[in-house]
């Protein structure tokens, strides 16, 4: 009987289309819905077993083996420094990330500029490739509201619609990169389960190549 294949997929926005993405490939999870909060979801005749973890877990539990592959965006996969393979750009959860502060916003160049932000390895690393020096405070979530509330002067940040932005009176000051979301395998799994892995890879989009992060 062929194994079964753990998927790990960043509950939310993503998991909803990454279940869309995967009925095109006739993998199906019946009892799956956006408002359930059931964590574990099985196709017994694909014999694929989806689990629903945090977007900054799925990188851990591809690296460490508990699931065999995960989807997950490419803002969290350039966060951790989890050693998994990514092996393809599935094109969906497409947004950016960039710099922003309020409308009104004037740098004080006579003290250091504060720059909230979850993702303080990209944010580091872009203003180390500017050349620009910055404090970066670390925060959790809603980090829009930092240049508001006199925490920090602008923010590093994932930006879709642009409405969290918009209704909080902030503009975009610079674009960093573009975000989609990612295939990534287990380095272990790829032997063990390559062809079912490399099977499902087709299936999704075919003619990609594999990378090493
Ligand atoms: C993300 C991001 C922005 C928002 C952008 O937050 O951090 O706040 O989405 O989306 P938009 O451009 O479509 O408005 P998320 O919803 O993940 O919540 P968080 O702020 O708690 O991280």
Same mark, same amino acid.
């Given at each position: 009987?062929?194994?079964?294949?753990?998927?790990a997929?960043?509950?939310?926005?993503?998991?909803?289309?990454?279940?869309?993405?995967?009925?095109?490939?006739?993998?199906?999870?019946?009892?799956?819905?956006?408002?359930?909060?059931? $964590?574990?979801?099985m196709?017994?005749?694909?014999?694929?077993?989806?689990?629903l973890?945090? *977007?900054?877990?799925?990188?851990?539990?591809?690296?460490?083996?508990?699931?065999?592959?995960?989807?997950?965006?490419?803002?969290?996969?350039?966060?951790?420094?989890?050693?998994?393979?990514e092996?393809?750009?599935?094109?969906?959860?497409?947004?950016?990330f960039?710099?922003?502060?309020?409308k009104?916003?004037?740098?004080?160049?006579?003290?250091?500029?504060?720059?909230?932000?979850?993702y303080?390895?990209?944010?580091?690393?872009?203003f180390?490739?500017?050349?620009?020096?910055?404090?970066?405070?670390?925060?959790?979530?809603?980090?829009? $509201?930092?240049p508001?509330?006199?925490?920090?002067?602008?923010?590093v940040?994932?930006?879709?619609?642009?409405?969290? $932005?918009?209704?909080?009176?902030?503009?975009?000051?610079?674009?960093i990169?573009?975000?989609? *979301?990612?295939?990534?395998?287990?380095?272990a799994?790829?032997?063990?389960?390559?062809d079912?892995?490399?099977?499902?890879? +087709? +299936?999704?989009?075919?003619?990609?190549?594999?990378?090493?992060?």
């Amino acid at each position: 009987m062929q194994k079964y294949i753990n998927l790990a997929v960043a509950k939310g926005r993503l998991a909803d289309t990454a279940v869309k993405a995967l009925e095109g490939m006739e993998i199906c999870f019946n009892d799956y819905s956006s408002n359930s909060r059931k $964590l574990i979801h099985m196709d017994q005749k694909k014999r694929v077993r989806l689990v629903l973890v945090k *977007a900054d877990d799925v990188p851990t539990y591809v690296e460490q083996g508990a699931a065999d592959i995960g989807i997950v965006g490419k803002d969290t996969l350039l966060e951790s420094m989890a050693s998994v393979y990514e092996m393809m750009d599935l094109e969906f959860g497409k947004c950016k990330f960039v710099v922003a502060a309020l409308k009104d916003y004037v740098e004080n160049v006579q003290r250091k500029t504060y720059v909230a932000t979850k993702y303080v390895y990209v944010a580091k690393e872009f203003f180390k490739r500017k050349g620009k020096s910055v404090e970066i405070i670390k925060l959790n979530g809603s980090v829009e $509201l930092a240049p508001i509330m006199g925490l920090a002067d602008m923010i590093v940040d994932i930006v879709e619609t642009g409405t969290t $932005l918009r209704e909080n009176g902030l503009v975009i000051v610079e674009e960093i990169c573009p975000v989609s *979301a990612r295939l990534i395998v287990n380095k272990a799994s790829l032997k063990t389960k390559g062809d079912i892995i490399e099977t499902m890879i +087709q +299936q999704l989009r075919p003619n990609q190549k594999r990378e090493e992060v």
